[in-house]
T-cell receptor
């Protein structure tokens, strides 16, 4: 079956422009995560969606970052007025319904370069 | 205190060596524990879950110590292909999975 799909795989944008990154989770997965990873660094948590609950936005680094999840499926991460420090790989992961030992499956990421 | 802490390494070991990584977590109510592996420029992938009784998968052994709130990963007979970053993962409140920043392993010939 299909895994987590992210698009685009690569995005180059000019400083100050807005970008949208898309994540298609595995069908039926209720949990969805966004992370970002700078070169040589660990995963930085951004936001977590779980079913119909209010999202956990505690990791969003500034108000330029926002994310939504429509119909409990596809998610879009939006970065407004991009800055060079936003350059990173943005990873999306999804996970089945809550419970013990429900692993997260990652997409291949979107590599964002702000020039 | 970070929710999940790992030694970033790198651990540089020769082929055939045994190497162990530890990871501590802060939430005593955590119920699910995992080790993920991340290769350079790739997405993380599940290596193994960590069960209360400990579990083994070939050369890999995972242990959980609830009293001290840590999990461990032991790799025996290291291979060059084991070179990667190993991520400790624990579930927190609301079942959110929390990833450590990873321990880098480099196996040399």
């Amino acid at each position: 079956g299909a895994g987590v799909s992210q698009s685009p795989s690569n995005k180059v944008t000019e400083k100050g422009k807005d970008v949208e990154l898309r994540c298609d989770p595995i069908s039926g997965h209720t949990a969805l995560y966004w992370y970002r990873q700078s070169l040589g660094q660990g995963l930085e948590f951004l936001i977590y969606f779980q079913g119909n609950s209010a999202p956990d936005k505690s990791g969003l680094p500034s108000d330029r970052f926002s994310a939504e999840r429509t119909g409990g499926s596809v998610s879009t991460l939006t970065i407004q007025r991009t800055q060079q420090e936003d350059s990173a790989v943005y990873l999306c992961a999804s996970s089945p319904a809550r419970g013990a030992y429900t692993e997260a499956f990652f997409g291949q990421g979107t590599r964002l370069t702000v020039v | 205190r970070k929710e999940v802490e790992q030694d970033p390494g790198p651990f540089n070991v020769p082929e055939g060596a045994t190497v162990a990584f530890n990871c501590t977590y802060s939430n005593s109510a955590s119920q699910s524990f995992f080790w993920y592996r991340q290769d350079c420029r790739k997405e993380p992938k599940l290596l193994m879950s960590v069960y209360s009784s400990g579990n083994e998968d070939g050369r890999f052994t995972a242990q959980l110590n609830r009293a001290s709130q840590y999990i461990s990963l032991l790799i025996r007979d290291s291979k060059l292909s084991d070179s990667a970053t190993y991520l400790c993962v624990v579930n927190g409140n609301t079942d959110k999975l929390i990833f450590g920043t990873g321990t880098r392993l480099q196996v040399f010939p």
